[in-house]
């Protein structure tokens, strides 16, 4: 048996099915004695409250050498508990997770002794230490979601219906979104007993891209036509780009038709931030004959400005065609007729 069971990435994948076996061939006596104390110890600090301790322990039997069985109902009894206190308050999920690891002056004095046979710091409880940041201690997230709860305790079902709430429960939170975008998305890979995917959920959170897609296009028209902020546009179109890509090209196609529209008006100004305009709008789209257009025209009004003497407005349209060469020279012509026109007025 390995003596050090602190990791907790080697801990939750232990228990993914009951039957799996640990990497010992064969179980010593000591080994059952072992496991049979920490189901023991489990069940005494479930009973007094120590909900932590108790989840440790049930996290480090062996379900081969100890009562899997036993371990993984005592943890989901315990998730399904502190899941639905957490929805009830609203928390479906948090950025940590369950487990949260926290500066500990015993845990740093472990862990400087981590490589010796017997350490005279192991902590009781396996898996309280840590080996990140040289040493730290494994506590309960007091902001963990049901989700949370669900997912590191095995009520996988349940986790997945928490997901979903916990983006109805902020639809238009794109971080939410894309977490539970990516967990469905990787379901199919874990293997659990009595656990099978439902591909529906995906659907699911099909429907609220859409709706988000559609919302974030109509504020668009709103900022575009009435508001007439391009800035806002373009920044509320690279909003409606994340969710349609979470729903395939057609609705890709969607903002890349409202972008190049928005193109198509910003090129008719002809002002060097009309053009501008322009050419952040087509950067939502492979349009290489629009955007040549567009650096062209900034090309020919800059030259047609410098003819005018108009410098500093030959500089912008310049900066726009990215022509730094020509920008420079406008710049340096303009800075030359203030010097002039000052040493005229003295």
């Given amino acids: 048996m390995d003596k050090k069971l602190s990791i907790m990435t080697a801990l939750v994948p232990l228990l993914l099915s009951p039957a799996m076996a640990s990497a010992d061939a064969l179980c010593n006596y000591d080994d059952v004695v072992k496991m049979d104390n920490y189901l023991k110890k489990g069940k005494e600090a479930e009973k007094a409250g ?15 050498c100890g009562n899997g069985v036993e371990a993984v109902n005592s943890m989901q009894r315990i998730g399904e508990k502190f899941a639905e206190k ?3 308050k609203d928390r479906f999920i948090s950025e940590e997770g369950l487990f949260i690891r926290v500066e500990d ?3 740093r004095r472990w862990m400087r002794h981590f490589t010796i046979e017997v350490n005279a710091y192991e902590p009781e409880v396996p898996g309280h230490c840590t080996t990140a940041s040289g040493g730290m201690r494994l506590d309960i997230n007091p902001q963990a979601g049901a989700f949370d709860w669900y997912e590191a305790t095995f009520n996988y079902k349940a986790a997945d219906l928490a997901m979903l709430k916990a983006v109805n429960h902020k639809p238009d939170d794109f971080g939410t979104y894309e977490r539970a975008f990516r967990h469905f998305e990787k379901r199919g890979q874990l293997s659990a007993i009595l656990y099978k995917p439902d591909p529906l959920y995906l659907k699911e959170l099909e429907k609220t891209a859409m709706s988000n897609l559609n919302a974030t296009l109509a504020s668009e028209e709103k900022e575009f036509t009435a508001l ?11 909003t409606a780009l994340k969710w349609a890509s979470f729903i395939g090209e057609g609705a890709k196609e969607r903002v890349v038709v409202r972008a ?14 009309g053009l501008l305009d322009a050419l952040i709008f087509l950067s939502f789209a492979d349009k290489s004959e629009e955007h040549s257009a567009v650096i062209v025209r900034a090309a020919e009004l800059g030259q047609a400005s410098l003819d005018k003497k108009d410098f500093e407005l030959a500089e912008k349209y310049f900066i726009v065609a990215g022509n730094e060469e020509m920008a420079a020279t406008a710049r340096k012509l303009a800075e030359q007729s203030k010097a002039g026109g000052k040493k005229d007025r003295q």
């Fill in 260 to 273: 190049t529209s928005r193109a198509d008006a910003a090129f008719q100004s002809d002002t060097p931030t």
């Fill in 86 to 88: 957490a929805a009830a």
């Fill in 105 to 107: 002056e015993a845990c």
């Fill in 228 to 238: 007439r902020q391009p800035a806002r546009s373009v920044k509320t179109l690279e």
């Fill in 50 to 64: 120590r909900t932590r301790d108790a989840l440790l322990y049930y996290m480090a039997i062996d379900s081969f």
